[in-house]
C-alpha cells in the first residue's frame, strides 16, 4: 500500500491531468482519452501497480470518464442544433458492437500489447493532426449500406483499444465524408456515449489481481481517477471551448500533434523494451 505521501501526491498529478485533459479537449476537439490513458498508465506505474493488466485499466478507466464528458458535450451541442441525429442514429449499432468486440479482445491482452496497439494508433492519429487538410474527402456524404457496416464496428472497435471516445476517430471520419466540423465534432460525442457505456459495462465485470489494482477498484475501474478527472475536467473544458473562440487552434493541433507523436513512440518503447 503506497504511502499518505505519495497517494497525496498522485491525487494532485490526477488533478493536473484532469485539468489539462479538459482543456485539450475543449481547444482542440480531441476526446480526454487520448491524453488520460497514458497519464494514467504513469501516475499508476508510479503508485506500484504495474502488472499485466495495467493497461485495461487505464482504458475502462478512461473510457468510464468519457461516459460523463460525452454526455454532457452531446447535450451542450444539442441545444444548439449541431448534433447530426440521423448520422448518430445510422453509425451507433455497429459503433456499439465493436465496442462490446473492443473489450473482449482488450480483456484477453496482456499490458505491453495494449501499449503496442495504443502507441502504433496514436501514431496515425498525430499524423492525420499534424498533416491532415481541411479539404481531404473519401466522399460527399456519409456512407451507408456496405461501408457502414465496415466502418462503424471499426470506430467503436479501435476506439475501446486506445480507451478513446468518438472524437479522435469519428471526427475526421466525418470529416472526410464532407461533413462541416462542427457538426462533426458534436455527432461524435455521440458516438463517444455509444462506445463508453457498453465497454464500461464489459470492464466492469473484468477480474484484476487484487495486488495489481489500485484502492477504490471496481472491475477494471479506478473509482478515484474517475472522480477526480471528471470534477477537473467538468471544470477546465469550457475553458478550452473560451480559448478555441479567441484564439487559432491549427498551430496548436500541430504542437499536439508532436507531442502525441512522443506520447506514442514512449509507449511503443515501453511495450517493446519495458
Known sequence: MPDTILLGEMLVLLMVIG??????????????????VPAFFYAFQTLGYDGPQLMQM????????????????????????????????????????????????????RSATLQGIFGVLALVIGAYLGLGRSEWRLGQAMPKGPLRVLLSP?????????????????????????TPIHRAVATAAGFGVVIAVPSVIGFLMLDIDPAM??????????????????????????????????????????????????????????????
Do not use: Q, Y
Not at 19 to 36: C, D, K, Q, R, T
Open 58 to 109: 487505464c482504458l475502462a478507466t478512461s473510457l468510464a470518464t468519457i461516459i460523463v464528458t460525452s454526455l454532457r458535450s452531446v447535450a451542450s451541442h444539442n441545444k444548439k442544433g449541431a448534433v447530426d441525429w440521423e448520422i448518430l442514429r445510422g453509425w451507433a449499432p455497429g459503433i456499439a458492437i465493436g465496442a462490446v468486440a473492443g473489450v473482449l479482445v482488450a480483456s484477453s491482452l
Open 213 to 274: 489494482r489500485p484502492p477504490l477498484t471496481v472491475g477494471a475501474v479506478n473509482g478515484a481517477a474517475f472522480l477526480v478527472v471528471i470534477a477537473m475536467t467538468l471544470i477546465t473544458t469550457p475553458w478550452g471551448v473560451k480559448l478555441a473562440h479567441a484564439m487559432d487552434p491549427k498551430p496548436l493541433k500541430r504542437v499536439f500533434a508532436v507531442f502525441l507523436t512522443l506520447v506514442a513512440l514512449n509507449m511503443l518503447r515501453k511495450a517493446f523494451w519495458g
Open 154 to 178: 471499426l470506430v467503436g472497435f479501435l476506439s475501446v483499444l486506445m480507451g478513446i471516445g468518438g472524437g479522435s476517430f469519428g471526427v475526421p471520419l466525418m470529416s472526410l465524408f464532407n
Open 19 to 36: 485539468a489539462g485533459a479538459g482543456v485539450l479537449a475543449g481547444l482542440l476537439g480531441v476526446g480526454g482519452g487520448i491524453v488520460l
